[in-house]
Every structure is written in structure tokens, then in C-alpha cells.
């Protein structure tokens, strides 16, 4: 039967192409969302999405659906709780728009320093502000801090040196050494690095530990004036916070990213006053190139195609970390009809669960090698048993302590 795939969002008419050459029979919708992608769902085995969201109701209507795919890095707006619950494999393509966000960051940083949005808006409207507008600082020797140093944030604390900015850098990953490597000066805690820096650049993904992690501590401890930029997800820094410190202390806040956007391309968009006061805006476009876009269709057919292949996604978010206890069983046969199923079943009545399972076959097709990862370790008898069997050649039972 073909592989059934819905693309509920914009992907490049060359992915297309390769999803079909691989046998898929490909829906294009782009444009659903909500209620009309639960119904539309269907039989769908495969989900690809950008900035669509994908609901609970939607996972639960897709009585076929068994892989996600996130074309781009986060996954936010995916139900994962639900995709997990009904055995639904979630995938993303991560590190495909890291130049595409780095340059937008960038491009934030000397927009809200020079001004370029209000001199635009001036001289479109007729208004030559030449002296009001040449007071920048600039760039140049001031101090650049990087909140979240993954491929994002390296990408912009390069870029950052190469305008001869000094980088400073925030992870709770990164270490002397890493930061020493990358040629960056590594802060302990997050409000050492506000108070050090002239711009700020926020590269966190979302996630319930990073929700309003920029909040007034850290806004109170910038300088006065800095510039602060936010191309990461909207909810990692608290808004109403953030409109204090614009308000009160003059920081030059640049954002792509909001807390409540828009789930679709073209909306209405609540031009509030905290929006108006912004010293830079773009309406989420950080991975928003060609560039990138090509990038990402590539990864996308690339994780379906190994599904296809192997039944396993590559870059999946929402698989389980390895157990506590590892344990292992490994079961050396011949390879004949029924010989594993026997290995199961003597399983099955021990009440031990398989978890991992993968059975390698020699070459000349005679013996094969079963690996089975266990939830626990069957007892004595019961692999007295499973040696019993005239068809396995050797069993060999490993515990991993934690």
C-alpha cells in the first residue's frame, strides 16, 4: 500500500517531487489548520507541518498517522503528551536555518543600534532627520551576550566577533572549556551576563524551564539603553516585563518572536503599544530564506525516506531516554521459522516486557543474532528454558547498573 502524506504547510515543490519518488501518495493542503485539519487528517500516515499546529484532537483523528515532521527546528507546537500517548513519532530538522537566523539576529542588532526602522518610516513620510538619527553608538568593541549557546548561538557569537564585538555567553551546558574553544567568555549566571552586555541575543529553545526564564531580574540587571534581541520562541521572555524595561530604562528591544502569534502566514496582528515601541519587529521570520527553506524541504524527505526504509524516524524528539537499568539479552540461533517467537513467549509468561528488539543475520542466511533490550531481567529458569531450545546456538544475558 502507498505511503500516505499530508503537507499542511508550504514546502518547496522539489520535495514534493522526491516525497513522490518515494512511493508516497502526497496531499498537498497548506493552508489548514485547526478544525479543518482534524478533518482533513484522515488516513494520513505521515504529517508535515511548519507553523501549523498540530492539537491532541488532530493526533487523535489520525487513526493512521504514525510520524510527525516538523519542518524546521521547534516543536512547540506539537502536542508531544498526545503524540507520545498514541504512539506517534515526532521528528524535526534542526540546524537547517541556522545562518538564516543568525543573519536575521544580526541584522536586529544593527537596526535597533542605527535606528533604520524610525529613519524608514521618517523618510517615507516625507521627513529628512538626518541629525536625529546619526546619535548611534555602534557595534564595534561593545560587548555582545549570548543567552543559549547551541548551533543558533554559536552561529551569532561568530558573526558578533567578525563585527568586532566581545562575546559573552550563557548555557547551562556550556563549559570554560567550550566557551574558550568558540572564543567567547562564559558567564556563570544569567543576570552576570545582562549586566555585562550592550545587546543581548536570546537562542533557547522552548520548553517548560525556559518559559519567561528572561524575566524583570534579568531585564533590571541590562544597561540602560542596551539593545535586546529575541529570535528564539516568544514565551522564553516574560512581555510585560520586557514592556517595562522599554518603557522606564530605554532598552532597545528588537524582536521576531511573540507570545501570542498568529498560528497561520497572513493575520491580523495586534498592533499594541508595547508593539509600536519596539526599536526593530519582524513577524517571525527568523528561517525564512530560500537558503533555508531548501535546506529544511532536503532534511524533511531525507527523514521520511529512512522511515520508509528502516520504520525508523531520524531526529526524533519524543523518544524515551535510556532506562535506569540497561539489560540486555542477546540470543545467538539459527535462522528458522518461529525460533524468536519461542524467545518471546517464554518473555511473555516471566512478565518481561521487550523494549528494543533487532536481529542481525549472518551472511549464508543460516544464523542470525537477536539483541532485546528488557525492561528487567528474566530469571534462571526462565533462560534455562530459552537454552532449551534445540535452534538457539548461545544466550548471553549483560546488567548495566545506573
Partial sequence: ?????????????????????????????????????????????????????????VIEAGTELSLIVRAGAGVNTIDIEAASEYGVSVANCPGRNTAAVA???????????????????????????????????GLLGRTCGIVGFGSIGRAVAARAKALGMRVVAWSRSLTEESAEEAGVERCDRLVELAGESDVVSVHLAAA??????????????????????????????DQPALATAVRERGIKAALDVYGDEPS????????????????????????????????????????????????????????????????SLVVRHYNRVGVLAGVLDELKEAGVNVEEMENTIFQG????????????????????????SGDIIQVMLKERAP
Avoid at 525556559?210 to 516568544?234: C, D, H, K, P, Q
Avoid at 533555508?292 to 521520511?304: K, L, N
Fill in 365 to 388: 542466511g543460516a544464523t542470525a543474532s537477536c539483541a532485546l533490550k528488557l525492561d528487567r531481567a528474566p530469571d534462571a529458569e526462565r533462560l534455562r528454558r530459552i537454552r532449551g
Fill in 208 to 237: 517548560e524551564q525556559t518559559r519567561s526564564l528572561i524575566g524583570a531580574e534579568f531585564l533590571a540587571a541590562m544597561r540602560e539603553g542596551a539593545i535586546f534581541v529575541n529570535t528564539s520562541r516568544g514565551d522564553i521572555v
Fill in 103 to 137: 543573519e536575521l539576529a544580526i541584522g536586529l542588532m544593527i537596526a535597533a543600534d542605527r535606528r533604520i526602522p524610525d529613519a524608514t518610516a521618517d523618510l517615507r513620510a516625507g521627513e529628512w532627520k538626518k541629525k536625529e538619527y546619526g546619535k548611534a553608538y
Fill in 1 to 57: 500500500m502507498m505511503l500516505s502524506v499530508l503537507v499542511a504547510d508550504k514546502l518547496s515543490p522539489a520535495a514534493v517531487d522526491a516525497l513522490s519518488g518515494l512511493g508516497a501518495a502526497v496531499r498537498m493542503e497548506p493552508d489548514l489548520d485547526g478544525d479543518a485539519l482534524v478533518a482533513a487528517i484522515g488516513e494520513a500516515e505521515v504529517l508535515v507541518v511548519r507553523s501549523t499546529k498540530v492539537s491532541r484532537a
Fill in 264 to 327: 497561520r502566514g497572513e493575520a491580523p496582528f495586534d498592533a499594541s503599544e508595547f508593539v509600536r515601541g519596539l526599536a526593530a519587529a519582524t513577524p517571525h521570520i527568523g528561517a525564512s530564506t530560500e537558503q533555508a527553506a531548501e535546506a529544511i524541504a532536503a532534511e524533511v524527505v531525507r527523514v521520511v525516506e529512512t522511515y520508509v526504509k528502516t520504520g525508523k524516524p531520524v531526529n526524533a524528539v519524543n523518544i524515551r531516554a535510556r532506562a535506569e537499568q540497561d539489560v
